[in-house]
């Protein structure tokens, strides 16, 4: 069993920011990293060549794993959650007139793959909280 992972591009209007922003910032005000998480995210800054080599052996699977699921933030997952449905939130949800196009990814996060691509240094330069860019 495996977990698809999911981005939605978003290109929402003035009225829509209004509504989003405070949103999002109580989303991360409320985000928590795990130690785990932690903990790999300073590995991979330590040395971002080396930090899978060992991915077939099981702590080298649990590296991986904890990567992956650092970009993963719940208080942000529950926000999209509800914006993803016809309810929405304070008068916004997804729809096709605000949303571009989805990305989906299979058994890994989207954020832990563009975080590995860039490196440590050029994820750092991005915006938003831990590969969630609004």
Same mark, same amino acid.
Not at 1 to 21: A, F, G, N, V
Not at 24 to 34: N, Q
Not at 58 to 72: K, P, Q, W
């Given at each position: 069993?495996?977990?698809?992972?999911?981005?939605?591009?978003?290109?929402?209007?003035?009225?829509?920011?209004?509504?989003?922003?405070?949103l999002?910032?109580?989303?991360?005000?409320?985000?928590?990293?795990?130690p785990?998480s932690?903990?790999?995210?300073?590995?991979?800054?330590?040395?971002?060549?080396?930090?899978?080599?060992?991915?077939?052996t099981?702590?080298?699977?649990?590296?991986?794993?904890?990567?992956? +699921?650092?970009?993963?933030i719940? &208080? @942000?997952?529950k926000?999209?959650h509800?914006?993803?449905? =016809?309810? *929405?939130?304070?008068?916004?949800?997804?729809?096709?007139?605000?949303?571009?196009?989805? +990305?989906?990814v299979?058994?890994? &996060? @989207?954020?832990a793959?563009?975080?590995?691509?860039?490196? =440590?240094? *050029?994820?750092?330069?991005?915006?938003?909280?831990?590969?969630?860019?609004?």
């Open positions: 069993m495996s977990t698809d992972y999911s981005w939605l591009i978003c290109h929402p209007s003035k009225r829509d920011e209004k509504i989003l922003q405070p999002f910032e109580e989303a991360v005000k409320s985000a928590i990293l795990l785990q932690q903990a790999v995210l300073q590995q991979w800054q330590q040395n971002p060549d080396h930090l899978f080599q060992d991915w077939k099981e702590t080298g699977c649990d590296t991986y794993n904890h990567f992956v +699921l650092a970009f993963v719940e &208080s @942000i997952q926000l999209w509800s914006l993803a449905t =016809p309810e *929405g939130k304070n008068g916004f949800h997804f729809s096709p007139d605000n949303c571009t196009d989805i +990305l989906s299979n058994r890994c &996060s @989207i954020g793959i563009l975080a590995y691509g860039l490196g =440590p240094q *050029g994820f750092a330069q991005l915006p938003g909280f831990m590969g969630n860019i609004f």
